[in-house]
C-alpha cells in the first residue's frame, strides 16, 4: 500500500490553489488512487525530472483532470511534482501549481528536501 505524504510548502500551494479551484482535493484522490497501482512516470501524462543531481525519483504530472476547469479535462494546466520512493513505497508531494502562474518546477524546493 502506498504511502502520501506532502512537504509543508505542497500545503500551502493547495490551500492557495483551492481558492481558485475548489474541486483540487477531490481531484487529487483521483490523482492519489492513479499512483497507488502506477506510481512510475507514464509519458505524455507524467515524466521524470532529470538533471536534479539527486537519487531520488522525482517526477512531474502534466495532466490533472481538475473538475474546476470545466471544459479543459486532463489539459487543465495543473501540474504535480511528487518523489517516488519505491523501497518504501512512499510518495512525498511536492509542488502543485498551475503552468499560468509559474513556468516550470522549483528545483530549488526539491534540492532542499531531497539531497
Known amino acids: 500500500m502506498m504511502k502520501f505524504e506532502e512537504l509543508l510548502e505542497f500545503d500551502k500551494d493547495l490551500k492557495t490553489l483551492l481558492k481558485r479551484y475548489r474541486t483540487l482535493n477531490d481531484d ?3 490523482v492519489k488512487t492513479i499512483l497507488q497501482k502506477k506510481p512510475e512516470e507514464r509519458p505524455p501524462f507524467s515524466f521524470r525530472i532529470d538533471n536534479l543531481s539527486i537519487e531520488t525519483c522525482v517526477i512531474k504530472v502534466k ?3 481538475c473538475k474546476a476547469l470545466k471544459g479543459r479535462g486532463v489539459n487543465s494546466g495543473l ?3 511528487y518523489a517516488h520512493f519505491t523501497a518504501d513505497q512512499r510518495i ?3 509542488e502543485l501549481y498551475h503552468k499560468s502562474d509559474k513556468e516550470n518546477e ?3 524546493r526539491i534540492l532542499n528536501n531531497f539531497k
Open 28 to 30: 487529487l484522490q483521483v
Open 92 to 94: 512525498v508531494f511536492i
Open 106 to 108: 522549483d528545483r530549488q
Open 79 to 81: 501540474r504535480l511534482v
Open 63 to 65: 495532466k490533472i483532470a
